[in-house]
């Protein structure tokens, strides 16, 4: 059965720190992997997808590895803003059959001014 | 463009009343949807999903039932409520054949007194 864990649960860091977000899953087999961002009490936005034959994936300040031999993602932030405080949820979608996404429980982050 | 809808927003039901959370989706044709549980401080739990109209399969067994009357339109059904099914209820949709990533909706928070 696959699991997926976040660590951190809760981060807090001052306003322009490079941090640094870990994912791990139990099983290898997925069909990819995608960071999202919780606002609270909003929905999720995708923010990087990786595909399972891909090591990593950039958009703006924000750059995701994918280690699949490990079970291992980082979602790593450069040069933190106040407007990147949300909750970071990884999901990774099992092979075969339908989208199906397995979540993580999320890290908190709070950057402070 | 593909836009989501979700309500009500919030909604607080007394234990062993109904409910009835509804979920729209524009601008695609025969989407597959989802419907997730957020508990606090935890990830997002699949509870239901389906590929088309009258289709649909569950992940967990609870006291909930969905339904999909409508290519575009997706029903989360409780004959009566439990203390337990508070949470925060989100819906996605993600293309005909599962596509590469979910689209989430704005959420429902659901508190059972």
């Known amino acids: 059965k696959q699991e997926v864990t976040q660590i951190p649960a809760a981060l807090s860091v001052p306003e322009g720190e490079n941090l640094v977000l870990n994912c791990s899953f139990t099983?290898?087999?997925?069909?990819?992997l995608q960071w999202f961002r919780q606002d609270p009490g909003k929905g999720l936005t995708s923010l990087l997808l990786?595909?399972?034959?891909?090591r990593e994936q950039t958009s703006g300040r924000l750059n995701a590895s994918l280690d699949k031999s490990s079970g291992r993602s980082t979602l790593y932030i450069a040069a933190s803003q106040p407007g990147d405080s949300a909750t970071y949820l990884c999901a990774v979608r099992i092979s075969g059959g339908y989208n199906k996404l397995i979540f993580g429980a999320g890290t908190r982050l709070a950057v402070h001014p | 463009s593909q836009t989501i809808h979700q309500w009500p927003a919030t909604l607080v039901q007394p234990v062993g009343s109904p409910l009835s959370l509804e979920c729209t989706v524009e601008?695609?044709?025969?989407?597959?949807l989802y419907w997730y549980r957020q508990a606090a401080g935890r990830g997002l739990q699949l509870l239901f999903y389906?590929?088309?109209?009258?289709?649909i399969s569950s992940e967990v067994p609870q006291n909930l039932s969905a339904s999909r009357p409508q290519d575009r339109q997706f029903i989360l059904s409780s004959k009566k409520l439990l203390l337990s099914d508070s949470g925060f209820y989100l819906c996605?949709?993600?293309?005909?054949?599962?596509?590469?990533?979910?689209?989430f909706g704005p959420g429902t928070r659901l508190l059972v007194l």
């Open positions: 099983d290898s087999a997925i069909y990819n």
């Open positions: 990786i595909q399972s034959s891909q």
């Open positions: 389906s590929v088309g109209i009258g289709q």
């Open positions: 996605a949709w993600s293309l005909e054949g599962g596509g590469e990533t979910q689209y």
């Open positions: 601008g695609t044709s025969n989407p597959n």
